[in-house]
Nanobody
Framework: QVQLVESGGGSVQAGGSLRLSCAISGRTLSVYVMGWWRQAPGKERDFVAQ????????VYADSVKGRFTIDTDNRVSTVSLQMNSLIPEDTAVYYC??????????WGEGTLVTVSS
């Protein structure tokens, strides 16, 4: 199994910044991609960003390009999401995700980010 625990959520005014972190433990040798997703109230869970275990291959949703940065410690123990220039539309529960070889996707419990105008 792979365990994911998010931290760093909170409330911020528009234009502010937050940094989310995800601690990854368990069967990490089988993890090849880590990422962040988010779910706003009343909406489906949407992809935000991903990175491979080596720290490359970053991909971002169009809505966060140029504002968010994903990074990892290259040991598959932490994946972080630096969020700058936050806007109210970024308000959501943010989930850390990890894909194992073989296709299993694991999720954390989520951390709430609230951006006020």
């Amino acid at each position: 199994q792979v365990q994911l625990v998010e931290s760093g959520g909170g409330s911020v005014q528009a234009g502010g910044s937050l940094r989310l972190s995800c601690a990854i433990s368990g069967r990490t040798l089988s993890v090849y991609v880590m990422g962040w997703w988010r779910q706003a109230p009343g909406k489906e869970r949407d992809f935000v960003a991903q990175i491979n275990r080596g720290g490359g291959g970053t991909v971002y949703a169009d809505s966060v390009k140029g504002r968010f940065t994903i990074d990892t410690d290259n040991r598959v123990s932490t994946v972080s999401l630096q969020m700058n220039s936050l806007i109210p539309e970024d308000t959501a529960v943010y989930y850390c995700s990890a894909y194992e070889y073989g296709g299993t996707q694991h999720w954390g419990e989520g951390t709430l980010v609230t951006v006020s105008s």
